[in-house]
């Protein structure tokens, strides 16, 4: 079964274009490769033999004739048989799932076929390049070079090949759901190949269409149609073929619950695939009989089964594969009440899922397709995404309200999965269990996605307001960019009991749900210590006492060993004073033509093998113009740049000096557009936060 647990199921169409005729024998081959001189019969007998090799699955010995013919080729300067070696030993790589060396064979036959002027064979090479491209979930790519070659099988006239082409493009229409099209699009090649009497090519298109039928529950047709395709495989020996037929009848049964004959057509195209040892095709039956076990609630035989085909299609880059593998497994290890596994892999599964079905990789393949079609007619894709955000303000004395609801909302998650699966197998009819596994992996991940959101908005109710900070600065921005949703980084502000201003720039343990778990309970820590104290450093050592206290008992070996890097910087205007304390944050201080750097206490705010040393604290006089910047470590430890290093504390400070005379909208733009600039294509790797203020 192609696709696990949804409505669609794909088959990938084998073109091959090698155009010897295929009565002869691999014996009477030789003889005649034996008696040729060497001249292009030579070659001409060494490629049909390797033809006849890969029909029958024997692509080790078939892969050694191949390479006999380019060399050959080469010795008597014979262009056209090393191009056509070239793309024999592609499509053997294509048939065994090695991706990497198929693709590079028929790149270099379609560079030979390109200097030769062959229109024809060019039209092959991009065809099967398309074909690979296919398989590995590059859909744009694949329709592309399609497009390529019907375009030039058109203009040539060759409507056997463009039958080919009609086939692949239904493919991929198919893959997009629109069934209307993809339909039209293999009838129109059948009727070429009814025409021509290709008989391979009727068995793919009768695949074709049986794929599609079963898709929209005409389980009858479909059944057929496989039937058809696999009479006229089996006549033709062609083991390839007859795998996707028996695929394509063991899914048809599958859907209609009659799991019995489902394995059975499966364990068949498992055998197949060793036989020819196609292991792409080997991790697809895995696949399939672990679907199929697991709605017999066969939970081990199933997660061994989705194992080896993750294993298996990483093996040959099979990223549609490895999704529905992952997928199995969510369901599996739900089943098996392994909560935190299934939870793992459905994220991975989703991870897959994104990459492959993408917004823009489906905006691309309907370019594609509309811009053949309608020449140079454009279609305008318009996507609004609206995004929310939304402040709540609550009571600050909620921390267990606030810790009870995250964990409520994971636990709420865990039942969830459990409920998918539940539903899924006590619902036996296929169609009804497909569409509700969709539905709900999709409902699912929208609960998980708004609990988080929501969690972002409790958090940030936590960290300084807007109008607490307009109330005591006059020029400041906020760099805060979180890795994820929610964040370990925060930033913090009171007003003390002295009448003083204070503001904490943080960095909690983790960053994600978990940092944001941390954070509350940093900030609570922070907002029972300044209920009694006003100094920095006396502030620190009793959020410290408390989260040392209040994590002793989370069930780890050492006790608790999570808390907070932090600098708090306490202003007292009215004697144009500043006076600091920081735990592994420095801060800066820009003052006319020079930066001052108050260096950290070597140590955080939570358990450690000094958490009985008081933290230190400095003052300072405030000047007129004084710029003052606290920050984690989010920004100088990004990786990026053209060689994907760090950015570096020293590059960022540098950075600062130089602009610190700049507005503070201005430095803040400046930040933002260095540090997207630096991260470029690659993964923000933690949260980040930056805060200036002039004084």
Not at 552 to 561: P, Q, R, T, V, W
Not at 591 to 616: A, C, L, T, W, Y
Not at 669 to 692: H, P, S
Request: hydrophobic share 40%; glycine share 6%.
């Amino acid at each position: 079964m192609k696709k696990i647990f949804t409505t669609f199921f794909l088959i990938f169409t084998l073109s091959v274009f090698v155009c010897y005729s295929q009565d002869k024998t691999i014996d009477s081959l030789k003889i005649v490769f034996k008696t040729s001189k060497e001249d292009t019969n030579k070659v001409k007998a060494l490629l049909e033999i390797t033809k006849h090799l890969w029909r029958t699955g024997n692509y080790d010995t078939s892969i050694t004739y191949a390479e006999k013919a380019k060399t050959f080729a080469k010795k008597i300067t014979y262009k056209a048989g090393i191009a056509n070696a070239y793309s024999n030993l592609g499509i053997i790589y294509w048939y065994q799932g090695n991706y990497p060396s198929a693709i590079e064979n028929h790149e270099a036959a379609l560079v030979i076929r390109n200097e030769l002027g062959d229109k024809k064979g060019k039209a092959g090479s991009y065809n099967n390049i398309g074909l690979i491209y296919n398989e590995k979930g590059n859909f744009p790519e694949a329709l592309k070079n399609y497009f390529l070659a019907l375009k030039i099988n058109e203009e040539i006239g060759n409507d056997s090949w463009a039958s080919n082409n009609y086939n692949n493009i239904g493919n991929i229409c198919a893959l997009q759901g629109d069934y209307k099209a993809a339909l039209k699009y293999h009838l129109s090649a059948l009727k070429i190949r009814e025409k021509q009497g290709d008989k391979l090519g009727m068995s793919t298109s009768y695949n074709c269409i049986g794929s599609i039928l079963s898709d929209q529950s005409n389980y009858p047709e479909a059944i057929e149609n496989y039937h058809k395709a696999l009479v006229i495989s089996t006549e033709l020996n062609d083991a390839n073929a007859m795998s996707i037929s028996y695929d394509g009848i063991g899914t048809t049964f599958f859907r209609q619950g009659n799991y019995k004959e489902a394995l059975n057509y499966f364990v068949k195209v498992m055998k197949i695939c060793e036989e020819i040892g196609d292991k792409l095709g080997i991790a697809r039956a895995y696949g399939s009989l672990g679907v199929v076990e697991t709605l017999m609630d066969k939970n081990i035989d199933a997660k061994k089964n989705f194992e080896s085909s993750i294993f298996l299609a990483k093996e040959v880059g099979g990223l549609i594969e490895i999704r529905d593998g992952y997928q199995g497994l969510a369901v599996v290890d739900s089943s098996l009440e392994n909560y935190k596994d299934a939870f793992e892999h459905n994220k991975l599964y989703i991870a897959y899922r994104d990459s492959i079905n993408n917004v823009e990789t489906t905006k691309k393949s309907v370019e594609q397709q509309m811009q053949y079609i309608f020449e140079k007619k454009e279609v305008e894709t318009k996507a609004n995404q609206k995004i929310k955000d939304a402040v709540v303000t609550t009571d600050k004395k909620r921390q267990k309200t606030v810790l009870f609801l995250v964990s409520g909302v994971l636990l709420l998650v865990i039942i969830f999965t459990v409920f998918v699966f539940r539903t899924l197998r006590l619902t036996r009819k296929q169609n009804t269990i497909i569409e509700l596994q969709k539905n709900l992996v999709e409902e699912k991940h929208k609960e998980i996605t708004d609990s988080i959101n929501y969690a972002e908005r409790i958090q940030r109710s936590f960290i300084a307001t807007k109008e607490l900070l307009d109330n005591n600065l006059n020029d400041y921005f906020i760099l805060f960019k979180p890795k994820d949703i929610v964040s370990g980084d925060f930033y913090w502000a009171a007003k003390l009991l002295n009448g003083n201003f204070a503001l904490v720039t943080a960095d909690s343990t983790g960053h994600g749900v978990p940092g944001a778990i941390m954070s509350l309970l940093n900030v609570t820590s922070l907002e029972k210590a300044v209920e009694e104290l006003s100094q920095p450093a006396e502030i620190f050592d009793a959020t410290r006492k408390t989260i040392i206290e209040r994590l002793k008992n989370d069930g780890s070996a050492e006790g608790g060993k999570d808390g907070m890097d932090a600098s708090i910087t306490v202003y007292d205007f009215k004697n144009k004073k500043i006076i600091i304390a920081a735990a592994n944050n420095p801060i800066w201080i820009v003052r006319e033509k020079e930066i001052i750097e108050i260096r950290p206490d070597k140590m955080p705010i939570g358990k450690h093998d000094k958490q009985n040393v008081p933290f230190s604290q400095q003052e300072f006089e405030l000047q007129t113009g004084n710029v003052i910047y606290t920050l984690t470590d989010g920004f100088p430890d990004q990786f990026g740049g053209e060689k994907g290093k760090k950015f570096m504390i020293k590059n960022l400070r540098e950075l600062i000096f130089a602009n610190a005379h700049l507005s503070m909208n201005e430095q803040k733009q400046i930040l933002e557009a260095t540090f997207k600039n630096w991260l470029g294509n690659l993964e923000q790797v933690d949260d980040v936060t930056l805060i200036g203020i002039r004084v």
